[in-house]
């Protein structure tokens, strides 16, 4: 927002994002393991123009992540350091067989797409490949491509453009007033009694092996984490390192406190064994849970259970991923708490 800022009204003392120097372009090296390098040649470029050299250099690191390729100067003697973090795969450093060579070139093919801005026609094939080796039992294999869908699904949730905050001084408000209507939205058909989301109570434990077990409830009214309502609770029936157990405690605690103002909807971290150990308790209140592996919510249906599977960009999940992190730290904070006296 201050370079499009700058560029706008070219205040006098700031240099910086308003001179004329040459653009940026992102281009594919001719080798026989193609590289990207950025140079400033707008002849037959994949990408650019950039008018910041760090912005290119941002692009291709997060599309690392998805494709990867080497940077490394022709010829590579021995594989490099990112190679062990499957940021260079296959590496060109070692005797590559037929197939490695072949998938490499299909990285770089990728990497071409996704430059170009086809972000959908990669995502369709790498769940297809990643379906596949799992078909074929080479689950290394898929579990790469599974990485790799989850990195540009990360891509694929863009941040809000600044200059958006210019034209909408409300939009943080209006953002939040979406999450809670989609949210709301994709759960009313599995649970008749939601009303509107003005509370919502997110439960999460931590624990070492069962040893220093303490749980946390943190509270967001209006779609806005309020730390005044937040709570610790130490667990103290549950002689067990069961998650489960735990929460079940929790939340058989949480309900005996009238003078706490009522939910709208209690969310549990965790899936189906903490959700049905908490609906034995007859709670009354709108009750789902996140697990945190696929961020699938999961939500009481027919007498049994159903599974949502949200697109990462959902403004309703996101605002339980936030929530669910927040629990997390603040859970952690009194169990850190608690071995840090013994220790001590």
Sequence with gaps: MESSLIRKFKPFYNLISKDDRTPYFIHLTKEEYPRPVINHKPQKALAGPFLNGLIPRRILKSLRAVTPYCLAQRPVKTPCFYSHLNLCRPCPGSDLTSDQKKEYQKNILRLKKLLSGNFAGVKSQLTANMLQASK???????????????????????????????????????????????????????LPTLKRLNRIEMFDVAHLSGTFATAAMVVAVNGQPNPDYYRHFKIKKAQTDSDVDMMAEVLSRRVKNASWPTPDLIVLDGGIPQLAAVLKLDLNYPLISLAKRQETIVVPANGGFQELNLDRSHPGLRLLQNLRNEAHRFSRRLHHRLRGKIIS
């Design 136 to 190: 074929l039992q080479n689950y290394d294999k898929a579990a790469n491509l599974r990485d790799q869908l989850q990195a540009l699904e990360n891509l694929l949730n863009t941040p809000i453009a600044a200059d958006e905050y210019l034209v909408n001084p409300n939009l943080v408000q209006d953002q939040r007033s979406l999450s809670l209507d989609k949210l709301e939205a994709e759960l009313s058909a599995y």
